[in-house]
């Protein structure tokens, strides 16, 4: 009992990383009928950014507090992640805003392998290794065992995806949002600007990006110029698996993805006589992805931002 309580809770780590991610390809889908595969990229600029700045400021700035390292560090992350996605949509999405599918899809696939060359540029081929800015100590909680960087991804995903919520459903920028979902023309006829509204989404999704991108390069202390490839991806199934884009869809596909990944990782093995072990894992995400676009296209709660009531 006490190893499926910890692969239940190592799910759930996970789980939270793959929902904030996934938000950023949910509401720009719900918004523009997009899938912004460079969002995965945009997570990778902001752990390195990240990195950069915590080794500047351990250099300049010794003695200072990991926790305030880490948040100073965030805290720079977000605007340079926010800046980046708010230009990829104006120069590379906003043009072909009305073109064929195919043609934004494309340019997405080709600004994601922009971004990671120009990452390996700029920090180089090689694996980084991220400082353990919390300490390490593990704490016991009941049968499980956890890290402060995984109790902090548990904790500020949960409270970034509530505050996700309530902006959406709660404030004028949230019903903004929802009626450029609904019709573009009629919301510009209302006094909505369409294209601020898409440009706000693209730097929300960003920020989420960018501490995503934080937390992950702190509880796996690696980082480098493809890391987002992999996590975009399974967060692209989390969407997809709880409908691409709904809000809350997200959020469950994530926590749901985590758990089938984590829990098969930790009894593929057991279940297979030892053929497969947990290096595997990555088959579950995309074994969802497969049977979720047979047997129930629209996710688990629904397709679109506009939809919910």
Partial sequence: ????????????????????????????????????????????????????????????????PGWLLMLTATATAIPACVLLNLAIERVAYRPLRNAPRLAPL??????????????????????????????????????????????????????????????????????????????????????????????????????????AGVLYSSVYSVAYFSMGFLPGLKAFTAAVLGGIGNIPGAMVGGIVLGLIESLGAGYLDQLTGGVFGSNYEDVFAFAVLCAVLILRPSGLLGERVADRP
């Fill in 1 to 64: 009992m006490s190893t499926f309580l910890q692969q239940v809770f190592n799910g759930l780590v996970l789980g939270s990383l793959y929902s904030l991610i996934a938000l950023g390809y949910t509401m720009v889908y719900g918004i523009v009928n997009l899938i912004n595969f460079a969002h995965g990229d945009v997570l990778m600029v902001g752990a390195l950014t990240a990195l950069s700045a915590m080794t500047w400021m351990r250099t300049a700035m010794p003695g200072m």
């Fill in 106 to 211: 494309i340019t997405a696939i080709g600004v994601s392998i922009l971004l990671q060359t120009v990452a390996m540029i700029v920090w180089g081929r090689n694996h980084l290794t991220y400082p353990q800015l919390l300490p390490p100590v593990p704490i016991r909680i009941g049968a499980i065992t956890a890290t402060q960087a995984q109790l902090l991804v548990v904790t500020a995903s949960a409270a970034l995806m509530l505050a996700l919520l309530v902006l959406v459903q709660r404030t004028r920028l949230g019903r903004a949002m929802r009626a450029t979902a609904e019709n573009p023309g009629v919301a510009a006829l209302m006094g909505v600007n369409p294209n601020a509204i898409i440009a706000a989404t693209f730097a929300i999704g960003a920020a989420l990006a960018a501490i």
